[in-house]
Nanobody, 124 residues
Framework: QVQLVESGGGLVQAGGSLRLSCLAS????????IGWFRQAPGKKREGVLC????????FFVDSVKGRFTISRDNAKNTVYLQMNNLKPEDTAMYYC?????????????????WGQGTSVTVSS
């Protein structure tokens, strides 16, 4: 059974940092790209960042460039999202998702398994 479990969210002041983790099980992580998405209240879910099988990064939003990085540890079945210099507009529920085999393509339809999300709140 494919499962993704996010953790690491919380409440942080603007300018602070958080590292989110996505623990994968039920499939071979190294064979798939993993994307991080976020959904703020009342807004559509948007892609943030994705890491390919070869560890290349693809940004889906320009607003996190220079502040967010993504990495993976296949031996630990975990993908990380390091978020620095957080801003109030980063407040959202953050989700990780497994791609359907097309690599780091934008759009939620390119991902077929999702975690339950972890909440990030950035206070000003």
């Amino acid at each position: 059974q494919v499962q993704l479990v996010e953790s690491g969210g919380g409440l942080v002041q603007a300018g602070g940092s958080l590292r989110l983790s996505c623990l994968a099980s039920g499939f071979t992580l190294e064979h798939y790209a993993i994307g991080w998405f976020r959904q703020a209240p009342g807004k559509k879910r948007e892609g943030v960042l994705c890491i390919s099988r070869s560890r290349g990064s693809t940004f889906f939003v320009d607003s996190v460039k220079g502040r967010f990085t993504i990495s993976r540890d296949n031996a630990k079945n975990t993908v990380y999202l390091q978020m620095n210099n957080l801003k109030p507009e980063d407040t959202a529920m953050y989700y990780c998702a497994k791609d359907i085999g097309r690599g780091c393509e934008p759009g939620t339809s390119n991902y077929d398994s999702w975690g339950q999300g972890t909440s990030v709140t950035v206070s000003s």
